[in-house]
């Protein structure tokens, strides 16, 4: 278990106690790196029928990323163009990960992803490809091309396992479970391939032990379970043959949208009463993660218009500056409570 704080230098001179994305790819490429958000008209299997139908039930119909540009391949430069034109001023030296975001970006066959991925590298600012997808919809095809583009480009793949708790799964229609996102992402990891594991805090029906449990599985600490937050692990979890280590997690709030099935089916539901109660279970999850893993995000994002609850997630910069606030109040840092292995 870390003792001494793990403080995250950004370039401005300032600190952080997260080691968050940004701050992790401009020391990696000297410069910074930003994301642009790509719809490549994809689908789900609990969508169209294979497994399911009407999508996850916290999903919007644009598949949770409505700010994205929609593509094919032959548009994709020009909405990266588009893109890059609008942040150019903003940040005259920047780099860019294409981050294929809406919906499962490796639901097609891998000849049209092989089509559409290496059109998103031709833009010469596009440094890398960042690619969101079930941890249920990587053929051994497609298994195939990402070690391919993994060789060539800067890549990493999001899996989002959003729970370890496969009721949970069950009754927010995700049609897909704990074993096989632990299939995909041993498959992903044995290729070298860096994986980002997406979790949701505030599903229907799980206590705050149950979304620490998630944080702690998806860090491949399951000895912790249930056990106080800063127990040391026992002396039996120091196993040289633990799997390598997970590149990055995404925590955020449930956010309860008009366009989805979860207003109708859990009415008035409100994952989280106030800011103060999401920050304080953020940061008990952020204390469990080893610093290693960077931090993709730590709040959610969704259309003011469609937002229901909660009322105040909109509020992104209100919430980051209490979680660091408290964070440097309480003396705490990602992996205070992380056991070193």
Same mark, same amino acid.
Do not use: C, H
């Given at each position: 278990m870390s003792s001494d704080p793990i403080i995250f230098d950004r $370039?401005?001179?300032?600190?952080?106690?997260?080691?968050?994305?940004? $701050?992790?790819?401009?020391? +990696?490429?000297?410069?910074?790196?930003v994301k642009l958000s790509i719809d490549g008209g994809f689908t789900c299997p609990n969508r169209d029928g294979t497994k399911g139908t009407g999508g996850c039930l916290f999903c919007s119909d644009s598949g949770s990323g409505d700010m994205a540009s929609r593509v094919d391949a032959s548009s994709i430069r020009t909405a990266l163009d588009d893109q890059i034109r609008l942040l150019s001023d903003k940040w005259p030296e920047a780099g860019y990960i294409a981050y294929f975001q809406n919906h499962t970006n490796t639901y097609a066959p891998a000849d049209h992803l092989r089509e559409l991925f290496y059109a998103a590298l031709e833009q010469p600012d596009v440094l890398g490809l960042a690619i969101a997808t079930r941890s249920d919809c990587i053929s051994d095809e497609v298994l195939q091309l990402l070690e391919e583009l993994n060789e060539k480009t800067f890549l990493w793949v999001e899996l989002g396992l959003q729970t370890i708790h496969d009721e949970t799964a069950q009754a927010m229609n995700l049609c897909h479970t704990r074993s096989d996102y632990d299939d995909s992402l041993m498959r992903l990891q044995s290729r070298g391939i860096r994986v980002v594991t997406h979790l949701i805090l505030g599903l229907p029906g799980e206590t705050k032990e149950m979304m620490l449990d998630s944080v702690r599985y998806a860090c491949r600490i399951p000895h912790l379970f249930t056990q106080r937050p800063c127990e040391p692990p026992p002396l039996s979890a120091q196993n040289p043959c633990e799997p390598p280590q997970l590149f990055g997690l995404k925590l955020h709030m449930l956010n309860v949208v008009r366009n989805s099935?979860?207003? $109708?089916?859990?009415? @008035?539901?409100?994952?989280?009463? $106030?800011? @103060? +109660?999401?920050?304080?279970?953020?940061?008990?999850?952020? +204390?469990?993660?080893?610093?290693q893993i960077t931090i993709h995000r730590i709040s959610g994002d969704a259309p003011r218009p469609a937002l229901l609850a909660p009322d105040w997630s909109w509020q992104k910069r209100t919430i980051l500056n209490e979680i660091h606030r408290k964070m440097r109040e309480r003396n705490t840092w990602q992996g205070r409570c992380a056991p070193t292995l």
């Open positions: $370039s401005d001179g300032q600190e952080l106690r997260i080691n968050m994305i940004g $701050s992790w790819l401009k020391k +990696e490429f000297g410069r910074k790196i099935r979860l207003p $109708s089916l859990y009415p @008035d539901y409100v994952p989280f009463d $106030s800011i @103060d +109660e999401y920050t304080d279970l953020l940061i008990r999850a952020i +204390e469990l993660v080893p610093p």
